[in-house]
């Protein structure tokens, strides 16, 4: 069964101070890994696809990572405006069926203090 | 590009009826489209994976007869809710994928249910 766990599930940090979140997948056959961020009460916004170890992908302020059985979105700098719930999800190589979605964690929340 | 609506935003009936969600893909086609289920402070669980002109996948313990989807254009697939309980209001959530855009998927806005 494919899981993905992410830590921390709350984070609290001062604007400007720079963290990173991770994300945990255990998948048979890494087909994709996927960061969306969510605001509340809306839907999942798209931001990263990575689809093999030692990928790197950039957007702004984020930098998303992968190796075999992680990855990590390094925020720089953050401004309160990126608080959010960030997503992460995992897609396994397809097994016929029918069936194609993502896997999804229980995502980190994040808060930016001004 | 890539943009995901749905229709309704938000819905309230009454236990017994059914509803029915429109998820279109407004700016690119998409032969398959997914529909996820969120529960408050819970991820997004999905439901069934949707393919135009076929019938759907649907994820085990998803009751196919009551939750109904048709898939029946390259930018349209719409779930119903059929004889809608208390215990089916949640935030429902449709995903699209580009044929051109390798395994990513485009979120709709969401649709929040609450039956009375």
């Known amino acids: 069964e494919d899981q993905v766990t992410q830590s921390p599930e709350a984070l609290r940090l001062q604007e400007g101070e720079s963290s990173s979140l991770n994300c945990s997948y255990t998948?048979?056959?890494?087909?994709?890994l996927f960061w969306y961020r969510q605001d509340p009460g809306k839907g999942p916004e798209f931001l990263f696809t990575?689809?093999?170890a030692g990928e790197e992908k950039e957007k702004e302020r984020l930098k998303a990572t992968l190796t075999k059985k992680e990855s990590f979105l390094h925020i720089t700098a953050p401004k309160p405006e990126d608080s959010a719930t960030y997503l992460c999800?995992?897609?396994?190589?397809?097994?016929?069926?029918?069936?194609?979605?993502?896997?999804f964690g229980k995502g980190t929340h994040l808060i930016i203090q001004p | 590009g890539a943009v995901v609506s749905q229709h309704p935003s938000r819905v309230i009936c009454k236990s017994g009826t059914s509803v029915k969600i429109e998820c279109r893909s407004l700016?690119?086609?998409?032969?398959?489209m997914f529909w996820y289920r969120q529960f408050p402070k819970k991820s997004l669980m999905l439901m069934a994976t949707?393919?135009?002109?076929?019938?759907?996948?649907?994820e085990q313990g998803v009751e196919k007869d009551k939750f109904l989807i048709n898939h029946a254009s390259l930018t349209l697939s719409t779930l119903t809710v059929t004889s809608a309980h208390p215990e089916d209001s949640s935030f429902y959530i449709c995903?699209?994928?580009?044929?051109?855009?390798?395994?990513?998927?485009?979120f709709g806005p969401g649709t929040r249910l609450l039956v009375l």
């Open positions: 995903s699209a994928r580009p044929w051109d855009r390798g395994e990513t998927q485009y």
């Open positions: 998948v048979s056959g890494l087909r994709g």
């Open positions: 990575l689809y093999s």
């Open positions: 999800a995992v897609q396994a190589r397809y097994s016929g069926g029918g069936a194609d979605g993502l896997t």
């Open positions: 700016d690119f086609q998409a032969t398959t």
């Open positions: 949707s393919n135009e002109g076929s019938k759907a996948t649907y």
